[in-house]
């Protein structure tokens, strides 16, 4: 038995091993490339790590190429056109905007290269597959948690993530949409698009606390940029008096639900999302069937119902690194 072993190269996280028998031939190692807005980012951390899992059951390389923010889509356009260049199988974006990169992933496809979009997934109908949560619902969930915190009246401000991104507008439509219908006495008195970023949320919330004295609640698309609200609030004196939401569950949010400084958070399965993408991208990459939608459900976690979470599915292990 000879055993060949594909190591890292470039940084870039190449995985896989292949085993080869004497006597017996194997089909060639598919290369998955994968795009990512940001690795800083909880949630595209929990998503990688899904798909690096999944590829070593799968036996596929997985290049990860990291944009390195939200609003830097012409990075991920040079990082796509490279991974059209190396030829690979399959690619998976996350995109850091759906129509920048539109034209770049539509010509990998025109090349013969299928495209599976992941979370917010590029602005192209000729994609193979769209793996996402229910983000609509997860802004649903959000509204209907809000509005019971604050006895279905006040005025709250949405935190609602970075413009051109297809998860962050259905949550924020989401929870808009439901407050109108369940809680038309909540009124929103403030809506920042800014990117998935704490620090960015820090700053904007800062504002928030002199410009909105009797603000009640702050919607926040992420638990990353939740967390950034939660700070500037504290530094106030003020996060008695107003009711934070988020969504997502990485262990930052754990934390604030156990301290009683987040109300809830509506969770997509990160990790799940990751490893159903990479099964796709491989079943394409194979010339195999594939779903054309993978839509996981959104879920609520309080205090109350933390400890039950399957957390395997939601988010990466906290010793893993991308």
């Known amino acids: 038995m000879t055993k060949t072993t594909i190591s890292l190269i470039g940084g870039l996280g190449l995985l896989a091993s292949l085993t080869t028998f004497s006597g017996a031939t194997l089909a060639q190692e598919k290369t998955i490339g994968v795009a990512v807005p940001n690795l800083a980012s909880s949630f595209w951390i929990s998503a990688v790590y899904g798909v690096e899992d999944e590829a070593k059951k799968n036996g596929v390389k997985v290049l990860k190429l990291n944009a390195g923010g939200d609003a830097n889509s012409s990075q991920q356009i040079a990082q796509i056109q490279d991974l059209i260049q190396r030829k690979v199988d399959a690619i998976v974006v996350g995109a850091t905007n759906g129509d920048a990169v539109k034209a770049i992933v539509e010509q990998a496809i025109e090349r013969g290269i299928p495209v599976i979009g992941v979370s917010s997934p590029p602005s192209s109908t000729k994609l193979a597959s769209i793996v996402s949560a229910d983000h609509y619902d997860m ?49 929103v008195v403030a809506e920042s698009r800014l990117a998935d970023n704490r620090n960015a949320a820090l700053t904007t919330a800062e504002d928030w606390t002199q410009r909105f004295p009797d603000l009640n609640g702050v919607y926040a698309a992420t638990d990353d940029m939740a967390a950034g609200v939660i700070s500037a609030y504290k530094s106030a004196g003020k996060l008695k008096g ?22 809830c958070t509506s969770i997509q399965q990160v990790v799940a999302q990751g490893r159903a993408a990479l099964k796709q991208a491989a079943a394409a990459a194979n010339k195999q069937p594939v779903q054309k939608e993978v839509v996981l459900p959104a879920l609520l976690v309080t205090t109350d119902n933390l400890a039950s979470v399957d957390m395997s599915s939601v988010v990466a292990p906290s010793d893993y690194r991308p």
């Open 242 to 263: 107003v009711k934070v939401s988020a969504s997502n569950l990485s262990p930052t949010a754990q934390q604030l639900l156990k301290d009683g400084e987040l109300v």
């Open 139 to 187: 802004g649903k969930l959000q509204a209907e948690c809000l509005a019971k915190a604050l006895g279905g009246k006040g005025n709250v401000a949405m935190m609602a993530g970075p413009t051109g991104q297809a998860w962050s507008d259905l949550r924020a439509k989401g929870f808009k949409e439901t407050l109108a219908k369940q809680a038309p006495a909540i009124k």
